[in-house]
T-cell receptor
Framework: DVKVTQSSRYLVKRTGEKVFLECVQDMDHENMFWYRQDPGLGLRLIYFSYDVKMKEKGDIPEGYSVSREKKERFSLILESASTNQTSMYLC??????????FGPGTRLLVL | TQLLEQSPQFLSIQEGENLTVYCNSSSVFSSLQWYRQEPGEGPVLLVTVVTGGEVKKLKRLTFQFGDARKDSSLHITAAQPGDTGLYLCAGRDFGNEKLTFGTGTRLTIIP
C-alpha cells in the first residue's frame, strides 16, 4: 500500500512564527507536491519537486519555501506565518504521469 | 493559470436518486482525473480519462471526457450514503506532471 504521511494533523501557530510541515512517502516516488485546500477554491499547487534538491514553483508560491534533501521527504516552510495562510495543507507523491497519492492533510490555524 | 469550474458547488439528495456533477474549463487538458475526498483524509483517485469523448464506468459512477478535452462529467446512478464526499476533478497539463484541480462539489446523500 502506498503511504504518504504528514507530520501533524493539526497545528496552531502565531503570526510571524516559522512553520515546518513535513511529508514522507514510502513508494520511492520521484515527484512530490504541496497543495493548499480552501473551501470553494479546490486544491492549489504551492510547490513541487521532480527530484532530490530540485524544486519548482506552483501557482501560489508566495510566502512559502520548500526543501527536498532526501527522495522520500518533502518539507514545506512558512518563513513568517500570516493569518491568510490558515488552511488545509496536502502533500502528494507520484511516479511519472500517474496517480498522485495524497497524505491525510495538516490543518493549520495561524492566530 | 488554468481554471476548472465545478458545478454545483453543493448537492444534497435522497438515497436512490441520480445526479450529475460537471467540470468545465476553457483550457485543453491531456487527461482528466476525478478524485473523492472524505472528511479528515486526502483525495483518492477514482478514474482517469484520456481520450476526447471517452466514457468510463466504475460500478454506479459514469465518467465522461468532453470531445474537445475541456470538460468532464460524473454521473451517479442510485446514489448511496457511501457516495457522500467532496468530488474533485483535475486536469493534467501536456508534457508535465502538474494537475490543475477543480473547485470541488460537496455531495451529501441523505438516507
Amino acid at each position: 500500500d502506498v503511504k504518504v504521511t504528514q507530520s501533524s494533523r493539526y497545528l496552531v501557530k502565531r503570526t510571524g512564527e516559522k512553520v515546518f510541515l513535513e511529508c514522507v512517502q514510502d513508494m520511492d516516488h520521484e515527484n512530490m507536491f504541496w497543495y493548499r485546500q480552501d473551501p470553494g477554491l479546490g486544491l492549489r499547487l504551492i510547490y513541487f519537486s521532480y527530484d532530490v534538491k530540485m524544486k519548482e514553483k506552483g501557482d501560489i508560491p508566495e510566502g512559502y519555501s520548500v526543501s527536498r534533501e532526501k527522495k522520500e521527504r518533502f518539507s514545506l516552510i512558512l518563513e513568517s506565518a500570516s493569518t491568510n495562510q490558515t488552511s488545509m495543507y496536502l502533500c502528494a507523491s507520484s511516479s511519472g504521469p500517474r496517480t498522485q497519492y495524497f497524505g491525510p492533510g495538516t490543518r493549520l490555524l495561524v492566530l | 493559470t488554468q481554471l476548472l469550474e465545478q458545478s454545483p458547488q453543493f448537492l444534497s439528495i435522497q438515497e436512490g436518486e441520480n445526479l450529475t456533477v460537471y467540470c468545465n474549463s476553457s483550457s485543453v487538458f491531456s487527461s482528466l482525473q476525478w478524485y473523492r475526498q472524505e472528511p479528515g483524509e486526502g483525495p483518492v483517485l477514482l478514474v482517469t480519462v484520456v481520450t476526447g469523448g471517452e466514457v468510463k464506468k466504475l460500478k454506479r459512477l459514469t465518467f465522461q471526457f468532453g470531445d474537445a478535452r475541456k470538460d468532464s462529467s460524473l454521473h451517479i446512478t442510485a446514489a448511496q450514503p457511501g457516495d457522500t464526499g467532496l468530488y474533485l476533478c483535475a486536469g493534467r497539463d501536456f508534457g508535465n506532471e502538474k494537475l490543475t484541480f477543480g473547485t470541488g462539489t460537496r455531495l451529501t446523500i441523505i438516507p
